[in-house]
Each structure stands twice: as structure tokens, then as C-alpha cells.
T-cell receptor
Framework: DVKVTQSSRYLVKRTGEKVFLECVQD?????MFWYRQDPGLGLRLIYF???????EKGDIPEGYSVSREKKERFSLILESASTNQTSMYLC???????????????FGQGTRLTVV | TQLLEQSPQFLSIQEGENLTVYCNSS?????LQWYRQEPGEGPVLLVT?????EVKKLKRLTFQFGDARKDSSLHITAAQPGDTGLYLC??????????FGTGTRLQVFP
């Protein structure tokens, strides 16, 4: 059974704190993604990574950074948490196959982060 | 700027009714996926459409990819309470970057 695991379901942090959200996948997928989900806005891509140590900015990277030191692990970092970063954060992974550009994304259960 | 706009944003219907959800963009996508998300869970893939004009059926769900590969629709026939959830379209652009739509929240009442 394929699995994407996010380290926390719920998190409460104070404004200005540095926050780490961890994501691990056991499917040997090359691609990993971090999205945030807000009502009426769907999922917005923060960062994605197509290989170890590689990262690409998504649509809303400001205030975030990422780390991919190992293939199975993709971390999202909030350098200095702010209240407007209160949201549901979803991690996903997908397989990269040459010539096949429509691989399924597998999601974790999400981390609901509240910044107070 | 949201690349993929879904409509309607909310849909509340009675069991047995039909409905259509739309996913529109001004961009061309190499493929279009539809996901369903239930409360407390991550989205789960329903279908992928690749060719312009392609139609795929999944039991009572019919998915269509626009001829120009800029839009898609999801039609549900005789909706059931088990269809309740958040429906998300997602377009693939460039190096496997997946862009999601704004979402349609469907509630089907018995």
C-alpha cells in the first residue's frame, strides 16, 4: 500500500517561530510537492522537487523554503511563521517516467497549521 | 492568479439528480486529472485525460477533456450521498508540475 506520511496532523505555532513540516514517501518517487489548501482557492503549489537536492518554486513560494536531502523526504520550512500562513498543508509525490507526463499524485493526510 | 477556475464553487443537490462541474483555463495542459477529497484526507485521483476531446467514464462519472486541452468537465449521473466531497481538477504543465483548480464542494442529500 503506497504511503505519503506527514509528520503532524495538527500544529499550533507562534508568530515568528521557525516551523518544519516533514513529509516522507515510501514509493521511490522522484517528484515531491508541497501545496497549501485554503477555502475557495483549491490547492496552491508552494514548491516542488524532481530530484534529490533539486527544487523549483511553485506559485506562492514567498515565506517558505524547502529541503530535499534524501529522495524519500521533502521538508517545508516556514522561516518566520505569520498568521497568514495558517492553512492546511498537503504533501504529494508522483512518479516521473520518460514520455509519460500524467502520473498520479499521491497525497499525505495534510497538516493543519495554525499560527497565533 | 489562479490558472484553473472551477465552477460552481458549491453544489448542494438531492440524491438522484445529475450535475456537471467545469474546469476552465486559458492555458493548454498536457493532461488533466480529476481528484476527489474527503474531509480529513488528501485528494485521491479519479481519472486522467490526455487527448483533446477525450471522454472517460467511471461508473456514473463522465469526464471530458476539451478539444483545445484548456478545459474539462465532470458529469455525475444520478448522484448518491457517497459522491459528497471536494472535487479538484489538476492540469499538468512542464516538468510534471501539477496545478490544481479552485475546487467544487459537492453535497448530495438523501
Amino acid at each position: 500500500d503506497v504511503k505519503v506520511t506527514q509528520s503532524s496532523r495538527y500544529l499550533v505555532k507562534r508568530t515568528g517561530e521557525k516551523v518544519f513540516l516533514e513529509c516522507v514517501q515510501d514509493m521511490d518517487h522522484e517528484n515531491m510537492f508541497w501545496y497549501r489548501q485554503d477555502p475557495g482557492l483549491g490547492l496552491r503549489l508552494i514548491y516542488f522537487s524532481y530530484d534529490v537536492k533539486m527544487k523549483e518554486k511553485g506559485d506562492i513560494p514567498e515565506g517558505y523554503s524547502v529541503s530535499r536531502e534524501k529522495k524519500e523526504r521533502f521538508s517545508l520550512i516556514l522561516e518566520s511563521a505569520s498568521t497568514n500562513q495558517t492553512s492546511m498543508y498537503l504533501c504529494a509525490s508522483s512518479l516521473w517516467e520518460l514520455g509519460i507526463r500524467n502520473t498520479e499524485a499521491f497525497f499525505g493526510q495534510g497538516t493543519r497549521l495554525t499560527v497565533v | 492568479t489562479q490558472l484553473l477556475e472551477q465552477s460552481p464553487q458549491f453544489l448542494s443537490i438531492q440524491e438522484g439528480e445529475n450535475l456537471t462541474v467545469y474546469c476552465n483555463s486559458s492555458s493548454v495542459f498536457s493532461s488533466l486529472q480529476w481528484y476527489r477529497q474527503e474531509p480529513g484526507e488528501g485528494p485521491v485521483l479519479l481519472v486522467t485525460v490526455v487527448t483533446g476531446g477525450e471522454v472517460k467514464k467511471l461508473k456514473r462519472l463522465t469526464f471530458q477533456f476539451g478539444d483545445a486541452r484548456k478545459d474539462s468537465s465532470l458529469h455525475i449521473t444520478a448522484a448518491q450521498p457517497g459522491d459528497t466531497g471536494l472535487y479538484l481538477c489538476a492540469g499538468e504543465k512542464d516538468t510534471d508540475k501539477l496545478i490544481f483548480g479552485t475546487g467544487t464542494r459537492l453535497q448530495v442529500f438523501p
